[in-house]
């Protein structure tokens, strides 16, 4: 088993449990019940699915089964809070991710470069965003 695919998911899952048992939510199988009135998210999302975290371990080449749907396209991804799908893509992140790593990370790295601060669309993008914000009038 590739020791880094069980950790990414171990953590999360460690991480989402003590997050249920504080704010005292459980998780069904699909669905969220939530006994929480401070908005409380998942691990898996944690309510940013651009984080930093899944971009960095994914530059870096590493495998990770996510549910971060803005970039579904980087990485082992599976939708929602889908365990079983969850749990293929895992188990195929153990058993192929090794194969290609190279490929694989070359891949991640294309694919995360629109991230990037020398995207030049994306900061022209922000820029304009930022100019229209200033031009208006307050309130």
């Known amino acids: 088993m590739n020791l880094t695919v069980?950790?990414?998911?171990?953590?999360?899952?460690?991480?989402?449990?003590q997050q249920d048992r504080a704010?005292?939510?459980?998780?069904?199988?699909n669905a969220r019940?939530?006994?929480?009135?401070?908005?409380h998210r998942d691990f898996a999302s944690t309510g940013k699915p651009l984080n930093y975290?899944?971009?960095?371990?994914?530059?870096q080449g590493y495998p990770l089964?996510?549910?971060?749907?803005l970039c579904a396209d980087l990485g082992y991804?599976?939708?929602?809070?889908?365990?079983?799908?969850g749990a293929r893509r895992a188990i195929e992140a153990?058993?192929?991710?090794?194969a290609h790593t190279s490929w694989y990370r070359e891949k991640q790295r294309t694919e995360i470069a629109r991230y990037l601060p020398d995207n030049r669309q994306l900061v022209a993008t922000y820029a304009a965003l930022l100019d229209d914000l200033i031009a208006r009038a307050p309130r």
């Open 65 to 69: 089964v996510h549910n971060a749907h």
């Open 94 to 98: 153990t058993d192929c991710h090794d």
């Open 6 to 17: 069980f950790l990414a998911v171990y953590v999360g899952a460690r991480l989402k449990s």
């Open 77 to 85: 991804y599976y939708r929602d809070n889908d365990v079983e799908e």
């Open 33 to 39: 019940v939530s006994g929480s009135e401070h908005g």
């Open 53 to 59: 975290f899944y971009l960095e371990v994914r530059w």
């Open 23 to 29: 704010s005292g939510s459980r998780t069904t199988r």
